[in-house]
């Protein structure tokens, strides 16, 4: 596929995008953006993009999550908009895809999904197996002793603190998804596979309905 391609990865705390022109690493830029993607991400594009060079992004690949809600839409939002300047194509890849993973193409992710649940994930040659599964603490704990048994490597984009409450050793440092390794997992599919991604709409993915609270009040009341 010709032209240059952009990676974009807000779907944590931790946030990345990298440029390729020609096939060839061209750049990144990373940053930590916590819950204020939506006002962080347009300088580093800007940086990124003004990049000395003609440039022409025929492809955009958004990490789609788990995650960050706000942080998926808003660059989805922005390949969205690049893309009608430059024609070019977006597609979302699943951001566990992108986690280091040690150079390691085999192996489970899980992360804190909220509400004592915890999404677990299998990826074979880094991609994803099945749909991305719940479990309860009590089963995850369970289920780690065996994982490891049987010689899986498990990783969790989160902070050790959180997964310290499944007596999870694997690993002492949270494996942050990375836009560069996104564009690396894009690149290694052959021209069948992306043709097929190319075909579904890109969107964030969800491992459980959204969770909505009652307001406190109605929208119409008038605060004392």
Same mark, same amino acid.
């Given at each position: 596929?010709?032209?240059?391609?952009?990676?974009?990865?807000?779907?944590?705390?931790?946030?990345?995008?990298?440029?390729?022109?020609?096939?060839?690493?061209?750049?990144?830029?990373?940053?930590?953006?916590?819950?204020?993607?939506?006002?962080?991400?347009?300088?580093?594009?800007?940086?990124?993009?003004?990049?000395?060079?003609?440039?022409?992004?025929?492809?955009?690949?958004?990490?789609?999550?788990?995650?960050?809600?706000?942080?998926?839409?808003?660059?989805?939002?922005?390949?969205?908009?690049?893309?009608?300047?430059?024609?070019?194509?977006?597609?979302?890849?699943?951001?566990? $895809?992108?986690? *280091? @993973?040690?150079?390691?193409?085999?192996?489970?992710? /899980?992360?804190? !999904?909220? +509400?004592?649940? &915890? =999404?677990?994930?299998?990826?074979?040659?880094?991609?994803?197996?099945?749909?991305?599964?719940?479990?309860?603490?009590?089963?995850?704990?369970?289920?780690?002793?065996?994982?490891?048994?049987?010689?899986?490597?498990?990783?969790?984009?989160?902070?050790?603190?959180?997964?310290?409450?499944?007596?999870?050793?694997?690993?002492?440092?949270?494996?942050?998804?990375?836009?560069?390794?996104?564009?690396?997992?894009?690149?290694?599919?052959?021209?069948?596979?992306?043709?097929?991604?190319? $075909?579904?709409? *890109? @969107?964030?993915?969800?491992?459980?309905?959204?969770? /909505?609270?009652? !307001?406190? +009040?109605?929208? &119409? =009341?008038?605060?004392?």
């Amino acid at each position: 596929m010709e032209g240059d391609l952009l990676t974009i990865e807000t779907s944590g705390s931790h946030a990345s995008m990298a440029l390729w022109k020609g096939g060839q690493f061209s750049g990144e830029r990373s940053w930590t953006a916590e819950r204020h993607h939506s006002s962080s991400i347009f300088p580093h594009l800007k940086t990124l993009l003004g990049m000395p060079g003609e440039l022409r992004i025929s492809t955009i690949v958004v990490g789609a999550g788990p995650g960050s809600y706000g942080g998926i839409r808003v660059a989805l939002a922005a390949a969205d908009g690049i893309s009608l300047i430059h024609g070019s194509r977006v597609v979302s890849l699943c951001s566990w $895809e992108a986690i *280091p @993973a040690e150079g390691k193409s085999d192996y489970r992710v /899980i992360s804190d !999904a909220r +509400r004592n649940g &915890w =999404a677990v994930a299998t990826f074979r040659n880094r991609r994803l197996q099945g749909e991305i599964a719940i479990m309860d603490t009590e089963e995850l704990k369970l289920a780690l002793p065996g994982w490891r048994s049987q010689g899986e490597t498990v990783y969790s984009p989160e902070d050790p603190d959180v997964t310290a409450t499944l007596d999870f050793p694997d690993s002492s440092s949270a494996q942050i998804p990375s836009a560069r390794i996104l564009g690396e997992a894009w690149f290694n599919r052959n021209d069948q596979e992306r043709v097929a991604l190319l $075909e579904h709409a *890109p @969107a964030p993915i969800y491992v459980r309905p959204p969770h /909505i609270t009652a !307001a406190k +009040r109605p929208a &119409w =009341a008038t605060r004392q």
